[in-house]
Structures are given as C-alpha cells and as structure tokens.
C-alpha cells in the first residue's frame, strides 16, 4: 500500500524551529520529486518547497526562502522540512506529496499526498 506519512509538527513560539519529516511506505521515493505543501484555515493549499529525485535539486516559495530547508535521504526513504524563524503565518497543516514528474509546486501534478501534520506558530 502506497503511504505518505508525515510528523513532526506541534506548537511552537514565534521565532522557533521544526523539522518536518515525510516517510514513504510501498513505494521508493528516490524516483519521485517530493514537495510540501501548506494549508492554513479559510485559504487555498499552497506550495512551500519541493526537491527533485535526480541531482536534489531544490525550489522554494518567497514566503519561506531563506528560513526552510528541503532535504531527502533516500537510504531512509524519508524527506525533511527544517523550518527556522517561524512565523505566526506559518500556522497551517503541512502536507508531503510525490510527483513523478519534475520540481514543481503544482498540486494536481502530484500523485501521492500524506494525512498532513499541524503546525501551530503562536505566543
């Protein structure tokens, strides 16, 4: 059974850290484009970053560059989101999705979503 899952979310102070974690199960991720992506309450699911399956290529949304970083490791079959210098606008439900396509923040290009994980960036 194809499954993306993800954790690592939770509450945390404006200024903070998470790292998000998307682990795959049925499938191997090292052939799939792996992107995140977020939605907050009365908004439209949006992209946050993504990584290729090739040479780990890497995109970022304006609203996260410089404070998220997307990494894979193959071996554990699992893709992380580091994501500094939280914001409050930062609050909503991350989700992990693969594409066999290539990098993009396209959602109906994806093929595969995980449940999603609520992160809560609040005082």
């Known amino acids: 059974q194809v499954q993306l899952v993800e954790s690592g979310g939770g509450l945390v102070q404006p200024g903070g850290s998470l790292r998000l974690s998307c682990a795959a199960s049925?499938?191997?991720?090292?052939?799939?484009?792996i992107g995140w992506f977020r939605q907050a309450p009365g908004k439209e699911r949006e992209g946050v970053s993504c990584?290729?399956?090739?040479?780990?290529?890497?995109y970022y949304a304006d609203s996260v560059k410089g404070r998220f970083t997307i990494s894979r490791d193959n071996a554990k079959n699992t893709v992380y989101l580091q994501m500094n210098s939280l914001k409050p606008e930062d609050t909503a439900v991350y989700y992990c999705a693969a594409t066999h396509r290539g990098l993009g923040l396209v959602i109906y290009e994806y093929d595969y979503w995980g449940q999603g994980t609520q992160v809560t960036v609040s005082s």
């Open positions: 049925g499938f191997t991720l090292d052939y799939y484009a």
């Open positions: 990584i290729s399956s090739s040479d780990g290529s890497t």
